[in-house]
């Protein structure tokens, strides 16, 4: 797995109360660390119950902390209590994450008891708390859980979760543990949301668009749509509200973005300009058709036997459209439009960056075997408007969205230091 550059060497306590979820907690634990989290596990005696503190120590390459008399290897700390020496952890910790958070263990935390070391540290530390609750049996539409979990979001407690579907017991309901990839992605938004671009509204675009022909037949292109879902998820993380307008792809939504789902060139068009009224940013990575077939027959073309040329027509230029309209706003906001290009790619992009009047045009050469449609990684050039080339070596496309992301942060502290969102 990538390491994510916003959990790099961020200090995550890991709450693990006593659910049969315990055992996909394991796996957050790992998915923390690789991302390069410093992870450190707090058990409550329940979840010991379901795992061993041993799985955690394994995953996390630390101790995992069990008792507020004992640490892990069993041995006494009655020189120290470790309810006092863990309280260092509590003032280290970036993010207190509570996976799974039980009824019990929430009621507690809305009520301030403080019996384990758990809620002992929930209680003494500042950092902001991520609950992520899991309960059986109706237990989460309990009013006294209703309650709960009302009273810590008013006190600026998250909550991710729970998702609808089958339980432990066998029952269907509200109540199961968010999947450890989503609690992965409610981590980011937690921990990226005072970022440098807090309060800031981008839209990105990705993937493909489709140009019937008939109600089964489209012209497309191999576009993924990972490019631009890494500058969503890039954005998220430097605290963004995202609206991510996407063609056809399975991609899953990053946690907190907006998806907007269009299938054609036009459809884009429309819902671009209607996101970006009020954004800041917009990052245009989608591969839009040029062109469409003039008409969309209406019933499937049947063969025959000469051959078939369907008359193509112009899609509008989506970013030629948006300079318009933001030049008549008279706000300066900031525009990313990238270019696919096969041949004097730094040249064809640097005469898109100037018609399409770009802030930062994003080139990439097409024809190398590792970057462009449809593979892990990309290999980019960054042109601003002085029209100065900046080459990226061959990186993720995580790596692409961050760099990226960095010149767009630049651009809008040149622009407006405050934000069309305030
Ligand atoms: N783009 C757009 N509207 C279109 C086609 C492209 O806004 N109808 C955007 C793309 O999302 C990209 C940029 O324009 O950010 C450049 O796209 P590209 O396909 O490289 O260039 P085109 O303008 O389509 O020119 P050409 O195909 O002739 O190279």
Redesign the pocket.
Known sequence: METISLLHNRRILLGVTGGIAVYKVCTLASRLTQAGGVVDVVMTEAATRFVTPLTFEALTGRPAYTDMWRTSDGSDTAALPTHIAHIGLAHAADLLVVAPATANTMAKLAAGIADNLLTTLALATSCPILLVPTMDAGMWSHPATQANAVTLRERGVHIAGPAQGRMASGLEGEGRMVEPDDILGHVRLVLGREGPLARRRIVV?AGPTREFIDPVRFLGNPSSGRQGFALAQAALDLGASVTLITGPTPLPTPIGATRVEITT?QEMHNAVLLAIEKADVLL?????A?YRPETIAPSKIKKGDKGLIPRLVR?????SAVAIRWAESGFPRVVV?????SEDVVE?ART?LTT?NLDLIVANDITAQDAGFAVETNRVTLIGRNGQAEELPLTSKTGVAEAVLKRVVELLAQRHPGGTSE
């Open positions: 675009t060139a245009m990575a989608a591969a839009v040029d899609t509008p230029d989506i970013l439009g990238f270019a696919a290009e064809n898109k399409k």
